[in-house]
C-alpha cells in the first residue's frame, strides 16, 4: 500500500527499532514497535518474538518463535475495522488521492485509469468509470466544503484499496 | 465438494471423467477429515464459516462468561485469604524449614514475618478475609478461596505467561483465546475476548495473544495499564470508531465497496473467502455502530456509580473497569479481564518493601470496586453464570524482604472464584503452617485453567489445536479438574 501512492522508503539499512530501547522491557510506557507509522520495507521491522505489534497479529503473522510451514488466514471484522477506520488507511487513500489530482490537466477518466492500474494493475471495466464518477460525484454532494472532491476521490480510492480485487490475486 | 462445484460453475462444460474422479475423491476425503478433526476437539464445527460463531461446548456448562480480576505484582496470600498462626507465634523468628529457589537472592531472606493485619470471619459461612479487604469480605459467601495454588515462575514474566497460557517458557494461546476458540462468543456486534488495560510489561500481549490459534482468537485491549482512564475513554478499542465520516457517510463508501466486491465475486463463485470478507465488513459496520454504546458507563445509575467506587478518584480506575466488566458480561462478550496493575500513581502488588503501606494503598483502590461488581452481578442475576477469579501471577513469602516487604512465592499461594458454578463460603487446599508450600488439595496452574475450562462446560483434554504436527491444549499434558469445589 505504501508502494502504490509513492510513498515507499526504498532506502537501503537502517532501522525501525521503536525508541532508543533504554527503557526497560517491563515499563508500561513501552510499546511493541507500531508498524502503521513506518514507511521502511518490512525486512527492517524488528520483530520482538515475545512482544508482537498487535497489529501484525490482527493479520495472522506467524509465531515467531518456531517455524511455522504455513500462515493462517482469518477473515474476520476486526480487520475490516482496520481498513475502515485506521489512521494508516487514511493516509494512504490520502495521499494515493492527492497523486490523482496532482496534475490539473488531466480529465477524470485518465485519473480513474491511473487509479485502477495502480490498484489492481488494470484499467475500468466500461460501467466502472460510470459508477465510479458517478460515486465521486455523490460524495462531493453529501459531503460539502473545500476538500469535499479531494475527499470524493480519496473515499474511492479507500473503496479500492479495501476491495477483494486488491487484497487477492486470481 | 468444493472443487466439485467450482468445476461446474467456473467452466461451465462437461467435466472429464478424471477430473470428476480427483474432484469427488478430495472431496470425500475432506469430508472424512473434517468429521475426524470435528470429533477430535467436539467443538470446531462452525457451519457460517464464522470463527467466532457461538459453538456448543462439550457438556452442560455451569458458566457462560469469565471474569478475570488480575492483581499483577503478586498479591501476598497469606495476609489476605490464608491466616497463618505459627507466623504470628514465631515472629522474628528464623525460617526451620529450608528455603526453596526465591527471586530476589541478592537482598536475602530475613525472618519470618507476622501478617500486620487481622483477620474476620465474613458472612453466615465465617470465610476468614483479612482487614485489606472489608467489602470484599461482605461477599465472603460468594467466594471459594483457592488456598493451594502453585506455579513454576518465580520472576514476574514467567509466572504470568504461565498463569496466562499454561507455559512458563514459549509462547502459546492465552486462556481467553482457548475459551473463545472452545465456544465462540454470543454477540458478534462486540469482540468475544476483551482485555481491559492490559500490562504491557511482564510478557505484554502474549498474555492475551492467540499464538498459534487464528488471530480472530486474540483478546482485544481496551487502552493499556499506562494509560487514565479518561484517556482509555478516547478511543477504547483501536480502529473502532470513525469519526471523519457521519454515519450515512460510512454507509455509502461501504456500499461502494460491497458492490465492488459483489460483482468481483459473481465472477469467481468458487471461493467462499471473497463472501466471507464481505460479510466482515458489514460486521465490522454494525460492529462500529453498536460497539461503543458498551462503553458508556456514565449511563449507568448514581447508586450503581457509587456501587463501583466510581464517587471516588482512589477507586475511580477498578471501579470503571468492574462496571465496564458487567456491561460487557450482560452483553454477552465471553471473556473479560479487569487489570489492576502497576498504574500511573499507582504500584502494583510487588512488595518487596513496605508492605504495609503499598498492600494497603493496592486493596483500596480494588477492594470496593470488586465487592460491588460481586453485589451487582448477584443482584442482575448473573453472577449464577459468569465465573468470577481473582488472582495474581503469584503469592508472596512468609519470611520477610528488606524489613517489611515478602519476595515472590510460587509454590503455594491464594486466588478465589465466585459464581458460575463454584462453592461459595469455602477454602480449598492448604499450605504448610508457614504459608510457604501447598500441601492439600494442590492446585497447580494446570488444574486451575481444567477447572476453569470445565466450569465452561469443556473438557480441557478434548480441547485440542494441532500445530506444528501435534495437538496442544491449554493445559499440555496436565491439568485435573477439582471437582471438589464445584457447586
Not at chain 2, 142 to 163: F, K, N, P, Y
Not at chain 2, 449 to 459: N, R
Amino acid at each position: 500500500m505504501l508502494a502504490l501512492d509513492d510513498s515507499l522508503d526504498l532506502k537501503m539499512g537502517g532501522t525501525l527499532q521503536s525508541g532508543t530501547g533504554y527503557q526497560p522491557e517491563n515499563s508500561n510506557e513501552r510499546l511493541s514497535m507500531d508498524p502503521e507509522t513506518q514507511r521502511l520495507r518490512t525486512i527492517y521491522l524488528p520483530l520482538r518474538r515475545a512482544n508482537l505489534p498487535p497489529l501484525l497479529a490482527l493479520f495472522d503473522f506467524g509465531d515467531a518463535t518456531t517455524s511455522s510451514g504455513e500462515r493462517l488466514q482469518t477473515n474476520v471484522a476486526p480487520q475490516a475495522l482496520f481498513m475502515l477506520n485506521s489512521q494508516f488507511v487514511e493516509t494512504r487513500s490520502r495521499k494515493l488521492a492527492e497523486l490523482l489530482l496532482k496534475d490539473p490537466g488531466s480529465d477524470d477518466r485518465e485519473r480513474l485509469n491511473l487509479a485502477h492500474l495502480r490498484t489492481l494493475s488494470r484499467h475500468p471495466r466500461g460501467e466502472e468509470v460510470d459508477r465510479a464518477l458517478d460515486y465521486i460525484r455523490g460524495f462531493e454532494e453529501r459531503s460539502p466544503g473545500d476538500e469535499s472532491r479531494l475527499q470524493g476521490w480519496q473515499s474511492y480510492c479507500k473503496a479500492l484499496l479495501s476491495s477483494n480485487a486488491f487484497i487477492y490475486v486470481d | 465438494m468444493n472443487d466439485l462445484h467450482s468445476l461446474y460453475r467456473r467452466l461451465e462444460v462437461p467435466v472429464s471423467r478424471r477430473a470428476m474422479l480427483r474432484a469427488s475423491a478430495g472431496g470425500f476425503g475432506f469430508l472424512g477429515l473434517a468429521g475426524l478433526l470435528a470429533e477430535e476437539s467436539g467443538l470446531l464445527a462452525s457451519p457460517s464459516g464464522n470463527p467466532l460463531a457461538e459453538r456448543p461446548p462439550h457438556f452442560k456448562p455451569r458458566a457462560r462468561r469469565v471474569i478475570f480480576l488480575f492483581m499483577h505484582g503478586g498479591p501476598s496470600g497469606i495476609d489476605i485469604l490464608d491466616p497463618k498462626e505459627r507466623l504470628t507465634r514465631d515472629h522474628g523468628k528464623p525460617l526451620p524449614i529450608e528455603r526453596p529457589l526465591a527471586f530476589d537472592d541478592e537482598n536475602p531472606a530475613g525472618p519470618l514475618m507476622q501478617s500486620p493485619w487481622e483477620f474476620r470471619p465474613g458472612g453466615q459461612s465465617g470465610l476468614p478475609v483479612s482487614d485489606l479487604f472489608p467489602h470484599v469480605r461482605d461477599c465472603a459467601d460468594d467466594l471459594c478461596v483457592i488456598r493451594s495454588m502453585v506455579g513454576e515462575g518465580v520472576d514476574h514474566g514467567a509466572a504470568m505467561l504461565q498463569t496466562f497460557t499454561g507455559t512458563s517458557t514459549f509462547v502459546r494461546p492465552s486462556m481467553g483465546s482457548w475459551v473463545v476458540y472452545g465456544l465462540g462468543t454470543e454477540n458478534q456486534n462486540l469482540p468475544g475476548y476483551i482485555m481491559i488495560k492490559p500490562a504491557l510489561s511482564h510478557g505484554g500481549a502474549k498474555n492475551w495473544g492467540s499464538a498459534f490459534l487464528p488471530g480472530a482468537y486474540q483478546g482485544t485491549a481496551v487502552g493499556h495499564g499506562g494509560l487514565y482512564v479518561k484517556d482509555v475513554r478516547k478511543e477504547p478499542i483501536r480502529y473502532l470508531l470513525n469519526e471523519r465520516y457521519s454515519p450515512e457517510l460510512a454507509r455509502y463508501e461501504l456500499d461502494m465497496l460491497q458492490n465492488i466486491n459483489r460483482r468481483h465475486r459473481q465472477l469467481r463463485r468458487h471461493d467462499p473467502e471473497l463472501e466471507a470478507r464481505i460479510q466482515a465488513f458489514e460486521l465490522a459496520f454494525r460492529m462500529q455502530a453498536a460497539a461503543p454504546e458498551v462503553f458508556e458507563v456514565e449511563k449507568e445509575s448514581e447508586p450503581t456509580r457509587k456501587l463501583y467506587g466510581l464517587d471516588d478518584p482512589l477507586t475511580a480506575d477498578f471501579g470503571w473497569q468492574c462496571l465496564l466488566a458487567r456491561r460487557m458480561a450482560e452483553r454477552g462478550v465471553r471473556y473479560i479481564q479487569c487489570t489492576h496493575t502497576y498504574m500511573p500513581g499507582g504500584v502494583g502488588w510487588d512488595q518487596h518493601g513496605e508492605l504495609y503501606a503499598k498492600h494497603t494503598e493496592n486493596a483500596r483502590q480494588v477492594d470496593r470496586p470488586i465487592a460491588g461488581l460481586l453485589k451487582d452481578l448477584k443482584g442482575r442475576g448473573l453472577l449464577e453464570d459468569t465465573l468470577v477469579i481473582w488472582a495474581g501471577e503469584f503469592g508472596r513469602t512468609p519470611v520477610s524482604q528488606n524489613g517489611d516487604g515478602r519476595d515472590h512465592n510460587p509454590y503455594g499461594y491464594s486466588i478465589w472464584m465466585a459464581g458460575g458454578g463454584v462453592k461459595g463460603g469455602i477454602a480449598y487446599g492448604a499450605t504448610d503452617e508457614f504459608g510457604y508450600h501447598a500441601v492439600e488439595d494442590r492446585m497447580h496452574i494446570h488444574d486451575f485453567h481444567a477447572t476453569m475450562l470445565h466450569l465452561l462446560g469443556i473438557d480441557h483434554e478434548k480441547l485440542t489445536y494441532t500445530y506444528g504436527g501435534r495437538n496442544f491444549r491449554l493445559t499440555d499434558v496436565a491439568g485435573v479438574v477439582a471437582h471438589k469445589i464445584l457447586a
